[in-house]
T-cell receptor
Framework: DAMVIQNPRYQVTQFGKPVTLSCSQTLNHNVMYWYQQKSSQAPKLLFHYYDKDFNNEADTPDNFQSRRPNTSFCFLDIRSPGLGDAAMYLC?????????????FGPGTRLTVL | GQNIDQPTEMTATEGAIVQINCTYQTSGFNGLFWYQQHAGEAPTFLSYNVLDGLEEKGRFSSFLSRSKGYSYLLLKELQMKDSASYLCAVMDSNYQLIWGAGTKLIIKP
């Protein structure tokens, strides 16, 4: 089945220790998104790629970076995680940008910072 | 600024009907989405409205009034598995999704 896959599902890191979250998709979608979601809050868009065009949201901290080496894969790098970065990180894809742009989500990676 | 408002929590009884409201103020409008999110899981797509009116899909229906900046999600014949958070999201003029914080729906037997 075509899908969005995130690894790992649960990630524990130490304060200040870099961590990388990965996302892959078999949907062949052009657009990939990274969201951060904290408990009982709306998902917060961090980045999105339209093909290889990178778009950084204005309020995404510099501590977060992203890479998309090819259509199928996207990575989220957190250079120096703080306690406030503990959250669920959601990867999503959509076929294109534009109206009726349903986003398909991966299962998420829950990040714990000790 | 852009804003999506929906109730934080609602409680309903199994077998009953519940309506979850969403009001929005965004820069531009290119459609409104409803997603379901079970605890600890990713959101899954429920519905999309871009024109005024009611869209029905099985037990779930979604309504939109663009002039009022208002939508609702109607769930009929509630089942225990419908216990989840329901997120309203609006696509703005830049085709970005603006998300509400979600409504946690609790179903009681």
């Amino acid at each position: 089945d075509a899908m969005v896959i995130q690894n790992p599902r649960y990630q524990v890191t130490q304060f200040g220790k870099p961590v990388t979250l990965s996302c892959s998709q078999t949907l062949n979608h052009n657009v990939m998104y990274w969201y951060q979601q904290k408990s009982s809050q709306a998902p917060k868009l961090l980045f999105h790629y339209y093909d290889k065009d990178f778009n950084n949201e204005a309020d995404t901290p510099d501590n977060f970076q992203s890479r998309r080496p090819n259509t199928s894969f996207c990575f989220l790098d957190i250079r120096s995680p703080g306690l406030g970065d503990a959250a669920m990180y959601l990867c999503a894809t959509s076929q294109r940008q534009g109206d009726y742009n349903e986003q398909f989500f991966g299962p998420g990676t829950r990040l714990t910072v000790l | 600024g852009q804003n999506i408002d929906q109730p934080t929590e609602m409680t309903a009884t199994e077998g009953a009907i519940v309506q979850i409201n969403c009001t929005y103020q965004t820069s531009g409008f290119n459609g409104l989405f409803w997603y379901q999110q079970h605890a600890g899981e990713a959101p899954t797509f429920l519905s999309y409205n871009v024109l005024d009116g009611l869209e029905e899909k099985g037990r779930f229906s979604s309504f939109l009034s663009r002039s009022k900046g208002y939508s609702y999600l109607l769930l009929k014949e509630l089942q225990m598995k419908d216990s989840a958070s329901y997120l309203c999201a609006v696509m703005d003029s830049n085709y970005q999704l603006i998300w509400g914080a979600g409504t946690k729906l609790i179903i009681k037997p």
